[in-house]
DNA sequence: AATGAAACTGATAAGGA
DNA sequence: TCCTTATCAGTTTCATT
Protein backbone atom coordinates (compact mmCIF):
# COMPACT_ATOMS: atom_id res chain seq x y z
CA UNK A 1 0.00 0.00 0.00
CA UNK A 2 3.12 2.27 -0.23
CA UNK A 3 3.21 4.59 -2.78
CA UNK A 4 6.28 6.63 -4.21
CA UNK A 5 5.64 9.63 -5.28
CA UNK A 6 8.13 11.44 -7.56
CA UNK A 7 8.85 14.83 -8.63
CA UNK A 8 5.93 14.08 -12.01
CA UNK A 9 3.97 13.64 -9.57
CA UNK A 10 3.99 16.51 -7.48
CA UNK A 11 3.96 18.47 -10.90
CA UNK A 12 1.24 16.84 -12.34
CA UNK A 13 -0.85 17.48 -9.10
CA UNK A 14 -0.04 21.04 -8.54
CA UNK A 15 -0.77 21.63 -12.37
CA UNK A 16 -4.49 19.67 -11.31
CA UNK A 17 -5.21 21.94 -8.15
CA UNK A 18 -4.45 25.21 -10.51
CA UNK A 19 -7.61 24.11 -12.46
CA UNK A 20 -8.37 20.45 -12.91
CA UNK A 21 -10.81 20.95 -15.86
CA UNK A 22 -8.04 20.44 -19.28
CA UNK A 23 -6.96 18.06 -21.15
CA UNK A 24 -4.57 15.45 -20.72
CA UNK A 25 -2.46 17.03 -23.19
CA UNK A 26 -2.45 20.54 -21.57
CA UNK A 27 -1.68 19.27 -18.12
CA UNK A 28 1.24 16.95 -20.10
CA UNK A 29 2.29 20.19 -21.45
CA UNK A 30 2.70 22.19 -18.72
CA UNK A 31 4.35 18.74 -16.31
CA UNK A 32 6.85 18.49 -19.65
CA UNK A 33 5.62 15.10 -20.43
CA UNK A 34 2.89 13.46 -22.51
CA UNK A 35 -0.60 12.14 -22.33
CA UNK A 36 0.32 8.26 -21.66
CA UNK A 37 2.73 8.83 -18.71
CA UNK A 38 0.78 11.57 -17.33
CA UNK A 39 -2.84 9.70 -17.47
CA UNK A 40 -0.94 6.32 -15.94
CA UNK A 41 0.20 8.51 -13.30
CA UNK A 42 -2.84 10.24 -12.41
CA UNK A 43 -4.70 6.40 -12.46
CA UNK A 44 -1.82 5.22 -9.91
CA UNK A 45 -2.10 8.03 -7.24
CA UNK A 46 -6.23 8.05 -7.34
CA UNK A 47 -6.28 4.49 -6.71
CA UNK A 48 -3.69 5.38 -3.66
CA UNK A 49 -6.37 7.90 -2.33
CA UNK A 50 -3.87 10.80 -2.93
CA UNK A 51 -5.38 11.95 -5.83
CA UNK A 52 -9.54 12.23 -4.38
CA UNK A 53 -12.49 13.57 -5.87
CA UNK A 54 -12.77 16.04 -8.76
CA UNK A 55 -14.96 19.45 -7.44
CA UNK A 56 -15.77 22.44 -8.77
CA UNK A 57 -15.51 25.61 -6.69
CA UNK A 58 -18.84 27.97 -6.05
CA UNK A 59 -19.25 31.76 -5.44
CA UNK A 60 -20.59 31.35 -1.75
CA UNK A 61 -22.29 34.77 -2.08
CA UNK A 62 -23.69 34.34 -5.04
CA UNK A 63 -25.43 31.72 -3.78
CA UNK A 64 -26.76 33.42 -0.74
CA UNK A 65 -24.44 31.91 1.87
CA UNK A 66 -23.58 35.00 3.43
CA UNK A 67 -22.81 34.70 6.98
CA UNK A 68 -19.21 32.48 7.86
CA UNK A 69 -18.63 31.51 11.89
CA UNK A 70 -15.54 29.93 12.88
CA UNK A 71 -16.87 28.55 16.02
CA UNK A 72 -14.82 27.06 19.27
CA UNK A 73 -16.13 24.78 21.38
CA UNK A 74 -14.78 23.77 24.84
CA UNK A 75 -16.60 20.67 26.83
CA UNK A 76 -16.51 18.98 29.61
CA UNK A 77 -17.62 15.48 28.40
CA UNK A 78 -15.06 13.31 26.87
CA UNK A 79 -16.31 9.79 27.01
CA UNK A 80 -16.36 7.85 24.15
CA UNK A 81 -20.70 7.55 23.36
CA UNK A 82 -20.69 11.51 24.08
CA UNK A 83 -18.08 11.93 21.19
CA UNK A 84 -19.34 9.58 19.15
CA UNK A 85 -22.92 11.31 19.22
CA UNK A 86 -21.02 15.12 18.93
CA UNK A 87 -18.98 13.58 15.77
CA UNK A 88 -21.99 12.43 13.65
CA UNK A 89 -23.80 15.59 14.84
CA UNK A 90 -21.12 17.23 12.56
CA UNK A 91 -20.73 14.82 9.95
CA UNK A 92 -24.42 15.13 9.04
CA UNK A 93 -24.95 18.85 9.25
CA UNK A 94 -23.85 20.15 5.90
CA UNK A 95 -23.44 23.62 7.08
CA UNK A 96 -20.27 22.16 8.64
CA UNK A 97 -17.74 22.70 6.30
CA UNK A 98 -14.79 22.02 8.48
CA UNK A 99 -14.37 20.27 11.87
CA UNK A 100 -11.16 20.01 13.63
CA UNK A 101 -10.48 18.01 17.39
CA UNK A 102 -7.68 20.47 18.68
CA UNK A 103 -5.20 20.14 21.41
CA UNK A 104 -5.39 22.22 24.54
CA UNK A 105 -7.25 24.15 25.72
CA UNK A 106 -10.18 24.16 22.98
CA UNK A 107 -11.46 21.35 22.25
CA UNK A 108 -13.45 21.71 18.65
CA UNK A 109 -12.93 24.03 15.99
CA UNK A 110 -15.67 24.21 13.36
CA UNK A 111 -16.13 26.19 10.36
CA UNK A 112 -19.39 26.93 9.26
CA UNK A 113 -21.19 28.50 6.41
CA UNK A 114 -25.23 29.58 6.71
CA UNK A 115 -27.07 32.10 4.83
CA UNK A 116 -27.58 34.07 7.58
CA UNK A 117 -26.87 34.88 11.29
CA UNK A 118 -30.73 33.75 12.02
CA UNK A 119 -29.47 30.31 10.10
CA UNK A 120 -26.29 30.23 12.51
CA UNK A 121 -28.60 30.40 15.35
CA UNK A 122 -31.04 27.64 14.49
CA UNK A 123 -27.79 26.02 13.43
CA UNK A 124 -26.37 26.58 17.06
CA UNK A 125 -29.65 25.73 18.88
CA UNK A 126 -29.72 22.25 17.12
CA UNK A 127 -26.37 21.17 18.03
CA UNK A 128 -26.55 22.39 21.95
CA UNK A 129 -29.73 20.85 22.07
CA UNK A 130 -28.54 17.63 20.36
CA UNK A 131 -25.11 17.35 22.79
CA UNK A 132 -24.10 19.14 25.81
CA UNK A 133 -21.03 21.37 25.27
CA UNK A 134 -19.45 23.59 28.54
CA UNK A 135 -18.80 26.65 26.18
CA UNK A 136 -19.24 27.91 22.80
CA UNK A 137 -17.67 31.10 21.12
CA UNK A 138 -18.83 31.77 17.72
CA UNK A 139 -16.55 34.47 15.88
CA UNK A 140 -17.83 35.81 13.02
CA UNK A 141 -16.19 36.71 9.38
CA UNK A 142 -16.58 40.23 7.73
CA UNK A 143 -14.44 39.00 4.84
CA UNK A 144 -12.69 36.07 3.27
CA UNK A 145 -9.55 37.89 2.68
CA UNK A 146 -8.20 34.19 0.95
CA UNK A 147 -9.36 30.30 0.42
CA UNK A 148 -7.90 27.55 -0.86
CA UNK A 149 -7.51 24.19 -0.90
CA UNK A 150 -4.15 23.64 -2.99
CA UNK A 151 -1.42 22.11 -1.30
CA UNK A 152 2.28 23.98 -1.65
CA UNK A 153 3.48 20.91 -3.13
CA UNK B 1 -24.75 41.22 -13.76
CA UNK B 2 -27.37 40.09 -12.16
CA UNK B 3 -28.34 36.31 -12.73
CA UNK B 4 -31.15 34.49 -12.31
CA UNK B 5 -30.76 30.76 -10.56
CA UNK B 6 -33.31 28.55 -10.41
CA UNK B 7 -33.77 24.98 -8.77
CA UNK B 8 -32.62 22.91 -12.04
CA UNK B 9 -29.28 25.18 -12.13
CA UNK B 10 -28.95 24.46 -8.24
CA UNK B 11 -29.52 20.51 -9.15
CA UNK B 12 -26.31 20.79 -11.50
CA UNK B 13 -24.34 22.58 -9.68
CA UNK B 14 -25.13 19.98 -6.54
CA UNK B 15 -23.95 17.15 -8.81
CA UNK B 16 -21.34 19.05 -9.98
CA UNK B 17 -20.11 19.45 -5.88
CA UNK B 18 -20.34 15.52 -5.89
CA UNK B 19 -18.27 14.74 -8.44
CA UNK B 20 -17.31 17.26 -11.08
CA UNK B 21 -15.43 14.37 -13.20
CA UNK B 22 -18.30 13.10 -14.80
CA UNK B 23 -19.62 13.56 -18.73
CA UNK B 24 -22.63 15.94 -19.08
CA UNK B 25 -24.43 13.09 -20.20
CA UNK B 26 -24.52 11.56 -16.78
CA UNK B 27 -24.84 15.05 -15.24
CA UNK B 28 -27.90 15.82 -17.32
CA UNK B 29 -29.51 11.97 -16.23
CA UNK B 30 -28.89 13.17 -12.18
CA UNK B 31 -30.61 16.24 -12.63
CA UNK B 32 -33.06 14.89 -14.57
CA UNK B 33 -32.64 16.90 -18.05
CA UNK B 34 -30.77 16.28 -21.24
CA UNK B 35 -27.11 17.57 -22.56
CA UNK B 36 -27.68 20.22 -24.43
CA UNK B 37 -29.90 22.60 -21.52
CA UNK B 38 -27.19 21.45 -18.95
CA UNK B 39 -24.35 22.54 -21.37
CA UNK B 40 -26.00 25.71 -21.90
CA UNK B 41 -26.46 26.46 -18.03
CA UNK B 42 -23.01 25.46 -16.69
CA UNK B 43 -21.68 27.78 -19.57
CA UNK B 44 -23.94 30.83 -18.07
CA UNK B 45 -22.98 30.02 -14.25
CA UNK B 46 -19.71 30.07 -15.32
CA UNK B 47 -19.42 32.81 -17.05
CA UNK B 48 -21.13 34.43 -14.50
CA UNK B 49 -18.29 33.38 -12.03
CA UNK B 50 -21.13 31.39 -9.74
CA UNK B 51 -19.27 28.38 -10.72
CA UNK B 52 -15.30 28.62 -10.67
CA UNK B 53 -12.33 26.73 -11.09
CA UNK B 54 -12.39 23.32 -10.89
CA UNK B 55 -9.80 20.99 -8.49
CA UNK B 56 -9.26 18.16 -6.86
CA UNK B 57 -8.97 16.87 -3.19
CA UNK B 58 -5.64 15.82 -2.40
CA UNK B 59 -4.80 13.73 0.47
CA UNK B 60 -2.69 16.36 2.72
CA UNK B 61 -1.26 13.80 4.92
CA UNK B 62 -0.10 11.76 2.36
CA UNK B 63 1.99 14.26 0.71
CA UNK B 64 3.31 15.17 4.61
CA UNK B 65 1.25 17.95 5.57
CA UNK B 66 0.74 16.41 9.08
CA UNK B 67 0.29 19.25 10.60
CA UNK B 68 -2.75 21.92 10.69
CA UNK B 69 -2.95 25.21 12.68
CA UNK B 70 -5.40 27.86 12.99
CA UNK B 71 -4.09 31.01 14.52
CA UNK B 72 -5.96 34.07 15.93
CA UNK B 73 -4.92 36.91 15.89
CA UNK B 74 -5.26 40.28 17.88
CA UNK B 75 -3.55 43.54 16.21
CA UNK B 76 -3.44 47.24 17.65
CA UNK B 77 -3.12 48.21 14.47
CA UNK B 78 -5.46 49.42 11.99
CA UNK B 79 -4.10 51.78 9.47
CA UNK B 80 -4.46 51.05 5.55
CA UNK B 81 -0.82 50.77 5.51
CA UNK B 82 -0.16 48.21 8.23
CA UNK B 83 -3.80 46.40 6.42
CA UNK B 84 -2.03 46.16 3.14
CA UNK B 85 0.94 44.62 4.14
CA UNK B 86 -0.79 42.37 6.22
CA UNK B 87 -3.36 41.42 3.67
CA UNK B 88 -0.59 40.75 1.30
CA UNK B 89 1.35 38.05 3.42
CA UNK B 90 -1.40 36.23 3.67
CA UNK B 91 -1.85 36.12 0.08
CA UNK B 92 1.33 35.49 -0.86
CA UNK B 93 2.47 32.51 1.70
CA UNK B 94 1.05 29.50 0.16
CA UNK B 95 1.12 27.63 3.84
CA UNK B 96 -1.89 29.96 4.34
CA UNK B 97 -5.13 28.21 3.28
CA UNK B 98 -7.80 30.61 4.86
CA UNK B 99 -7.71 33.73 5.87
CA UNK B 100 -10.84 35.93 7.71
CA UNK B 101 -11.14 39.24 8.75
CA UNK B 102 -13.36 38.54 12.16
CA UNK B 103 -15.66 41.04 14.05
CA UNK B 104 -15.12 41.51 17.46
CA UNK B 105 -12.07 40.86 19.79
CA UNK B 106 -10.17 38.81 17.47
CA UNK B 107 -9.24 40.46 14.59
CA UNK B 108 -8.18 37.70 11.69
CA UNK B 109 -8.45 33.78 12.01
CA UNK B 110 -5.59 31.93 9.79
CA UNK B 111 -6.47 28.13 8.74
CA UNK B 112 -2.12 27.22 7.95
CA UNK B 113 -1.20 23.69 6.54
CA UNK B 114 2.13 22.92 7.13
CA UNK B 115 4.43 19.92 6.93
CA UNK B 116 5.57 20.25 10.72
CA UNK B 117 5.65 22.18 13.47
CA UNK B 118 8.84 23.24 12.89
CA UNK B 119 7.15 24.47 9.79
CA UNK B 120 4.96 26.60 11.75
CA UNK B 121 6.99 27.92 13.78
CA UNK B 122 9.42 29.33 10.30
CA UNK B 123 5.75 30.61 9.21
CA UNK B 124 5.30 32.31 12.49
CA UNK B 125 8.72 33.68 13.02
CA UNK B 126 8.29 34.79 9.11
CA UNK B 127 4.99 36.70 9.76
CA UNK B 128 5.70 38.48 13.04
CA UNK B 129 8.77 40.19 11.44
CA UNK B 130 6.97 41.06 8.50
CA UNK B 131 4.14 42.50 10.39
CA UNK B 132 3.35 43.74 13.81
CA UNK B 133 1.00 41.63 15.72
CA UNK B 134 -0.57 42.42 19.53
CA UNK B 135 -1.23 38.19 19.66
CA UNK B 136 -1.49 35.36 18.28
CA UNK B 137 -3.06 31.81 19.54
CA UNK B 138 -2.27 28.75 17.98
CA UNK B 139 -4.80 26.37 17.69
CA UNK B 140 -3.41 22.66 16.84
CA UNK B 141 -5.69 20.29 14.93
CA UNK B 142 -5.22 16.67 15.99
CA UNK B 143 -7.46 15.33 13.96
CA UNK B 144 -9.22 16.45 11.02
CA UNK B 145 -13.26 15.41 11.24
CA UNK B 146 -14.90 17.01 8.52
CA UNK B 147 -13.54 18.88 5.32
CA UNK B 148 -15.69 19.56 2.33
CA UNK B 149 -16.24 22.79 0.67
CA UNK B 150 -19.39 21.89 -0.55
CA UNK B 151 -22.59 24.00 -0.05
CA UNK B 152 -25.65 22.90 1.04
CA UNK B 153 -27.76 23.51 -2.14
C1' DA C 1 -35.11 20.96 -26.02
C1' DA C 2 -33.59 17.68 -29.43
C1' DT C 3 -30.54 16.64 -33.36
C1' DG C 4 -26.40 16.09 -35.42
C1' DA C 5 -21.73 17.09 -37.06
C1' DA C 6 -16.85 18.40 -36.27
C1' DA C 7 -13.26 18.80 -33.15
C1' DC C 8 -11.40 17.24 -29.14
C1' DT C 9 -10.36 14.00 -25.31
C1' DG C 10 -9.82 9.78 -22.52
C1' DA C 11 -8.32 5.34 -22.34
C1' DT C 12 -5.70 1.60 -23.92
C1' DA C 13 -2.60 -1.33 -26.98
C1' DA C 14 1.72 -2.04 -29.22
C1' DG C 15 6.33 -1.18 -29.51
C1' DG C 16 10.83 1.39 -28.31
C1' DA C 17 14.50 3.75 -25.27
C1' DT D 1 10.42 0.36 -16.02
C1' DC D 2 8.96 4.29 -18.14
C1' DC D 3 8.03 6.81 -22.47
C1' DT D 4 6.20 7.53 -27.37
C1' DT D 5 3.09 6.80 -30.93
C1' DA D 6 -1.21 5.19 -32.80
C1' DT D 7 -5.91 4.31 -32.40
C1' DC D 8 -10.86 4.79 -31.62
C1' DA D 9 -14.98 5.10 -28.81
C1' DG D 10 -16.78 8.60 -26.12
C1' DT D 11 -17.34 13.52 -25.15
C1' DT D 12 -17.62 18.39 -25.70
C1' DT D 13 -19.06 22.22 -28.23
C1' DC D 14 -22.01 24.58 -31.01
C1' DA D 15 -25.12 25.60 -35.19
C1' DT D 16 -29.46 24.30 -36.80
C1' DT D 17 -34.13 22.88 -36.36
Chains 1, 2 share one sequence.
Not at 21 to 36: M, N, W
Not at 91 to 119: F, M, S, W
Not at 131 to 153: D, H
Request: net charge neutral; with cysteine.
Amino acid sequence: MDIRIDDTDRKIMAALQRDAGRSLDEIAREVGSSKTPVWNRIRKLRDAGVIGPQTVVLDAEALGFEACFFVLIRTSEHESKWQKKFLHALQTRPEVQEAHRLAGDIDYILKVRVKNARAYDAFYQALISEVRVYNVTALLSMEEIKSTTALPL
